[in-house]
């Protein structure tokens, strides 16, 4: 009976659609294997842009010269790429936590739980009650021995500087945006930017983070968040990336300067990895934002 569910086809049968639409899928255990390994509607993100174009967008059909060995090629490059970019976001996320941390601190030490202490965007939105109440959360599921040490020695008041550790990159932006601005604005020095800049640099990093977290397609995706730039002139080497700054080079572009300006992590890991962007001419790295040229025209990725 047709129930406007599509026909569930067994690992044979998605191996013979993919043949009948034009796919060389080659050796048939191994394609087997793969779809075993994959599911097909993960990996149908994959040779989505192998697929014919046409007035409507992507025709089933694939195009001449299409196999699967190369869609298989794509899938582990991005899957060496979230794992390069979720590891090379971990030390900005502790240095941003770090800095946010002591520079309230200096104003006072629970700061996080007064807003008339914090910016005038604590008081006058009700953001910051839905922020305090998941912070409080938090803290009550909490396990870590600093916190049980606070608890019997203090009463369970955190300090800020203990405080931002319980937090995770969203609750931590959300903290950084209902920091006075005085706060804001030396924490973004340290990163080069200004605080509006720094403030659209971290959600859209949260964006890319969680993409990461969760498998999501990363090497051709379009952002929805674009970062805040600095002037032409003031970072020369960002200057010199040409790319547009919604795709995934772009994205990485802004991990590239803040471990550069932060001093922190290894800036040669996303550079090596990206070298590994599989020869292919239906899906060139340009497809990522990238220029063909990309890893000599700026220090940020020329390491």
Known sequence: ????????KSYGEQVDLLSQRGMDVGDRDTALTTLQRVNYYRLSGYWY???????RGRDDEFSPGTCLDDVVAFYDFDARLR?????????IELAIRALLGHELGRVDPCIHLDPSLLGATARIRGDYREWLDKYERELNLSREDFVAHHDEKYGGVLPVWAAVELLDWGQLTRLYGFSPRGVQDTIA???????PQLTSWLKALNLVRNTCAHHGRLFN?????SPKLPQLGQHPDLDAVATDWSRTFGQLTMIQFLLDRLQVGRPTFLPTVLKTFPSV????ITDMGASSDWSVTSPLWNR
């Open 1 to 8: 009976m047709d129930n406007g569910v599509k026909e569930y």
């Open 49 to 55: 842009p192998f697929r014919k174009k046409s007035n």
């Open 83 to 91: 794992m390069a970019t979720f590891s090379a976001l971990t030390p």
């Open 189 to 195: 020095d340290v990163c080069g930017l200004t605080a």
């Open 221 to 225: 995706r379009v952002h929805t968040l």
């Open 281 to 284: 001419r239906a899906v060139p």
